[in-house]
């Protein structure tokens, strides 16, 4: 069973037995240490009798020698807690297979056998949720990346596929719906075999699958049913399943999946190849979704929406999500990676394909602002700190710890700077190429530059450096301007820092989406491609009387950090009349890093403050003013850089400094523009609610207008937050309201908490919204607030959601995090040593936070290494969090 710790006595033939093995230092995972297997399993049969807490499973492997492989005599089935009632080979049972740790070795004399191997699981007991486990009365699995291995015995490795035939059987009452991958054979009932009120059903993949995309789910469920005709004609059965009560909150998903299907036929030329496609929404999950072959499952939050329950943001995100998992299908399932390094062949593509589909969907600039704005906030820090990887790491302890923001969010980056250079006709023919060379197979990264190299006609050799070397690179500019011959040098330089493991890096090639702005008319003379492909460059252009203004790095086309400031009169020529909106929005989030760094770090003071603070009050202004913007755009210009980006910009970090420097600002702006933003809350808060892109503008814009009122005027936020909390019809308006409430302190504070909660009681999604918006709240006391919250009867340290909803919005709260006392750094350790037995992978990611402590100002630093320290000592702990930990004190 699942909490089980690995048996000492080895079942099996004791003359086969291993003594108990000393303890010993983790096994380190390497990436060039890859084998093709030795086995293959063409074929494999699942009997499941399910149960909560005992269910039985018969596998029967159909083994084959491979013939590529080394050709040893032993069988070796990865398990991982479990433990095989009976092995037998070829309908014979044997002696010939022995325990080997947590691993089922047999010995075989031929090249093909059928093994058949019973074991017995306690899927109630199973609180990691990988492998089979319980959720709120039903069954389901997760078995990316490793957790099939808890199911069964089986070689857990992608570059095994194989032929799945499933049978479930169970309490008809209980689980009325029996679901697994790929086709609905048959179904009945047959209570000699499988107990009285029960029923069964079979259940046959024919694509050929890893393990790792295995699922099955059993349980009292309702489904929102649909079906989409694809383009060669077949009409394919959609499901979303749900528990009873919450499908009236599935259409939104079921629009997302329909327009993605369509969106992945039109733009990538793919096809769904099943008959049915299943989704079911769970509510314990340690991840977002999984893309199980025509069995996708999915945390709750990414499927449920109505207006009354999810934000703006939420239904965004179910979209980006249902249209993720259904991709994988094509990148992920039908092409699936050879070994786990790499993960980021499947994730970093599939991560580009979901930015497009939604780009294509909404607003793109803004799609890509978000996109910018969550590679800068996450993955910049992880680039830059102990976790720092490639995106094709070369070595793991434990590969849940690489389900990182590097391997998704950069990984989709290294892809689309391909489409930047061979631009997205040339890219399809790449991907074509890709698909058509690979399907089938197991892939790997370097097939899929190859196919790209091949299909698009592009050179890719120096390019894949980008899957080797950590770190982001900077890039420096220097304009030099000759008035005489109106020529203009730019002269590029590229560093990329040294990350641990790789302290010496060689430049790689940088797609720098350039145009130099004529001053005078505010346009400029077509936009070039500059490829940095070394460690200096200079490119070299005539016809300008006057120094230009450079944009650079539009669109965001490569993830890099551009070093040199710009001066700030650049930039608000660039705020103002840059046609590029995502080189507008950087323009002003320019505008303000440079100013709140200069704050932060003493240089910027006197009337070096005043003027700061006037040239972005303006700017402000001008984009208030702006007609030709819409208010969804408008809303992002006002967002201002967050902390954790502004931390990354300074050598060391001073989390109280950058959090009152932010909040001045803030106050500042909403004191000196305090008519412009009451005159936004009065004109958007007039808007009605719908899903247009108008409404949802100005829903934005409305709680944006009360973030800068509450510093400037609390008693004012408070009536006008109030207000919008009493009349809202939607959950935006609500939570925002709530949010800066929150933040506040006083009556309306307290009655509006309690009345969200009242309102929501029993709603999960909206509770776990509850928790979020206090522990991640700028209230002075929200580390207390956290600390009460814990103890909160709704509270619940078993479900991922909750547990994420208070401790990660607390860790993602800089100004309750670095308490200068420490003790929110102890919370976190407390937190990751409690869960840790509970449930290890989910644990780990709590580690991040405490990790960077060595840019830390030395206070602070000292206190988050001792509590990593700390949890060094505790000897229990998991691979997974012992992993991350270590890494952080390297
Ligand atoms: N492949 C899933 C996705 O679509 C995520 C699986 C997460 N697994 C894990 N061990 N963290 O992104
Ligand atoms: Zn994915």
């Known amino acids: 069973t699942d909490l089980a710790p690995n048996p000492s006595t080895p079942p099996g033939n004791p003359e086969l037995a291993d003594a108990a093995p000393p303890p010993q230092a983790p096994a380190i995972i390497q990436r060039k240490d890859y ?481 130099l702005f004529d001053r005078m008319s505010g346009r400029h003379g077509g936009e070039q491609t500059l490829i940095l492909d070394d460690a200096t460059r200079e490119f070299s252009f005539t016809g300008f009387a006057e120094p230009p203004v450079l944009s650079i790095n539009r669109g965001f086309s490569a993830p890099v950090a551009i070093a040199t400031p710009t001066p700030a009169e650049d930039l608000l020529f660039l705020a103002r009349h840059d046609d590029d909106p995502f080189a507008r929005y950087e323009a002003m989030q320019q505008l303000v890093v440079q100013h709140l760094v200069g704050v932060v770090n003493g240089s910027v003071t006197g009337a070096a403050l005043d003027q700061g603070r006037a040239a972005i009050g303006e700017a402000f202004e001008a984009i208030l003013d702006d007609r030709a913007l819409d208010d969804l755009m408008r809303g992002e210009f006002v967002i201002l850089p967050g902390e954790t980006y502004l931390a990354e910009q300074l050598l060391v970090n001073e989390p109280a400094a950058i959090h009152a420097a932010r909040e001045e600002l803030k106050a500042w702006l909403g004191i000196n523009l305090g008519a412009q933003f009451r005159a936004l809350h009065d004109r958007c808060s007039a808007v009605p609610y719908s899903l247009s892109p108008e409404a949802r503008g100005s829903r934005k814009l409305k709680t944006q207008a009360l973030v800068y009122l509450a510093p400037a005027d609390p008693a004012e936020a408070i009536r006008r937050a109030k207000a919008q909390f009493d009349g809202a019809d939607n959950m935006t308006d609500r939570q925002g309201a709530l949010m800066v409430l929150c933040g506040l302190s006083g009556p309306e504070r307290e009655e509006a908490l309690a009345a969200f909660h009242d309102r929501y009681a029993g709603n999960a999604l909206v509770i776990d919204k509850w928790f979020s918006l206090q522990a991640g709240s700028l209230n002075p006391k929200a580390l207390e607030h956290t600390k009460a919250l814990a103890d909160h009867p709704d509270f619940n340290l078993a479900n991922p959601n909750r547990v994420r909803s208070l401790y990660m919005a607390f860790a993602a709260n800089p100004q309750a995090f670095h308490d200068a006392s420490g003790e929110g750094y102890r919370m976190i350790a407390d937190l990751i040593e409690t869960l840790d037995p509970l449930n290890s992978s989910t644990a780990a990611r709590f580690v991040t936070p405490l990790g960077r402590w060595k840019r830390m100002e030395p206070g602070r630093s000292a206190l988050m290494k001792a509590e990593l320290e700390r949890l060094a000592a505790v000897p229990t702990l998991s691979r997974d969090t012992r992993e991350q930990v270590s890494r952080s004190l390297d």
């Open 35 to 515: 084998r093709v297997p030795e086995w293959l399993v063409p074929t494999i049969d699942l009997d499941f009798a399910l149960k909560l807490d005992a269910t039985r499973v018969k596998s029967t492997l159909r083994v084959e020698r491979n013939p590529h492989g080394e050709q040893g005599t032993t069988l070796r089935l990865n398990g991982d807690g479990i433990t095989a009632d009976s092995v037998t080979v070829d309908g014979q049972s044997t002696n010939s297979w022995r325990m080997d740790g947590s691993d089922l070795v047999i010995e075989l004399d031929g090249d093909k056998h059928e093994i058949v191997i019973e074991t017995t699981l306690d899927p109630a007991a199973n609180s990691q949720l990988s492998g089979l486990y319980a959720s709120n009365g039903m069954l389901c699995t997760q078995c990316e990346a490793e957790g099939f291995r808890r199911i069964t015995f089986f070689p857990d490795r992608p570059d095994v596929l194989s032929r799945y035939a499933v049978r479930l059987a169970g309490d008809k009452a209980k689980f009325p719906v029996l679901l697994a991958n790929g086709n609905e054979v048959a179904r009945g009932a047959d209570p000699e075999r499988d107990g009285p009120g029960t029923h069964w059903a079979e259940w046959h993949d024919p694509w050929p699958k890893p393990s790792y995309l295995f699922a099955l789910v059993a349980g009292e469920l309702v489904a929102n049913r649909s079906s989409f005709v694809t383009l060669s004609g077949r009409k394919v059965r959609l499901a979303i399943y749900v528990r009873p009560g919450d499908e009236a909150r599935t259409g939104h998903a079921m629009e997302s999946l329909k327009a993605a299907m369509k969106w992945d036929e039109d733009v990538y030329g793919r096809e769904y190849d099943l008959d049915d496609f299943n989704i079911v929404a769970v509510s314990d999950f340690n991840a977002g979704a999984m893309e199980n072959k025509g069995l996708n499952i999915f945390n709750t939050r990414y499927i449920l929406a109505d207006p009354d329950t999810a934000t703006d943001g939420d239904y965004d995100a179910i979209e980006g999500v249902v249209a993720h998992e259904y991709f994988h299908n094509w990148s992920g399932n039908r092409v699936t990676c050879r070994d786990w390094f790499q993960l980021s062949l499947k994730e970093g593509f599939t991560v580009l394909r979901d930015q497009q589909f939604s780009a294509a969907m909404g607003s793109a600039p803004v799609k890509r602002i978000e996109d910018v704005r969550v590679l800068r906030g996450v993955q910049f820090p992880e680039d830059s700190g102990p976790l720092a990887h490639p995106i094709r790491p070369d070595s793991y302890q434990e590969i849940s710890n690489f389900y990182t923001a590097t391997v998704y969010n950069k990984g989709a980056e290294v892809i689309r700077m391909m489409t930047v250079m061979a631009g997205l006709d040339r890219f399809r023919r790449g991907t074509d190429l890709y698909f058509e060379r690979h399907d089938g197979e197991a892939a790997t990264c370097e097939d899929f530059v190859k196919a790209i190299e091949d299909g698009a006609g592009l050179d890719l050799k120096q390019f894949r450096r980008w899957y080797e070397q950590a770190g982001t690179p900077r890039v420096e500019v220097e304009m030099r301007h000759d008035a005489t011959s109106g020529e203009v040098r730019l002269i590029l330089r590229q560093t990329v820092p040294a990350t641990p493991g790789q302290p010496d890096k060689a430049p790689m090639p940088i797609p720098l989406r350039t145009a």
